[in-house]
């Protein structure tokens, strides 16, 4: 049984920068392509990065250039690194795992995702 942990979530201004970090256990994060989404009040859940152990990244369109994931093999740990941070990134942030075997377009889909994190929140001011 997969388990996911994320931190790193706070209140910061606009144009700041954030790290959340997701700590899997019950497995290891090189066994799965690793995934972040996010929901804002209101809005449907959706994609914001994806990361393959082969070194594949995905991101949404509204975040390339300013966040980043990464992975931490040793410690199965899953970083993403947010930065020039909008008002219109606040969201309850969510830390998943998925089988590497399947496209992109499968994983950015939330009702494909098996493993799921309890979210942490990001909220920036303006």
């Known amino acids: 049984q997969v388990q996911l942990v994320e931190s790193g979530g706070g209140l910061v201004q606009a144009g700041g920068s954030l790290r959340l970090s997701c700590v899997v256990s019950?497995?290891?994060?090189?066994?799965?392509?690793m995934s972040w989404f996010r929901q804002a009040p209101g809005k449907e859940r959706a994609i914001v990065a994806i990361g393959r152990w082969s070194g594949g990244t995905y991101y949404t369109d509204s975040v390339k250039g300013r966040f980043t994931i990464s992975r931490d093999d040793a410690k199965n740990t899953v970083h993403l690194q947010m930065n020039s941070l909008k008002p219109e990134d606040t969201a309850v942030y969510y830390c998943?795992?998925?089988?590497?075997?399947?496209?992109?377009?499968?994983?950015?889909?939330?009702?494909?995702?098996?493993?799921w994190g309890q979210g942490t929140q990001v909220t920036v001011s303006t």
């Open positions: 019950g497995g290891t994060s090189s066994t799965y392509a």
């Open positions: 998943a795992a998925g089988n590497s075997v399947y496209a992109d377009s499968y994983l950015a889909d939330p009702s494909r995702v098996v493993y």
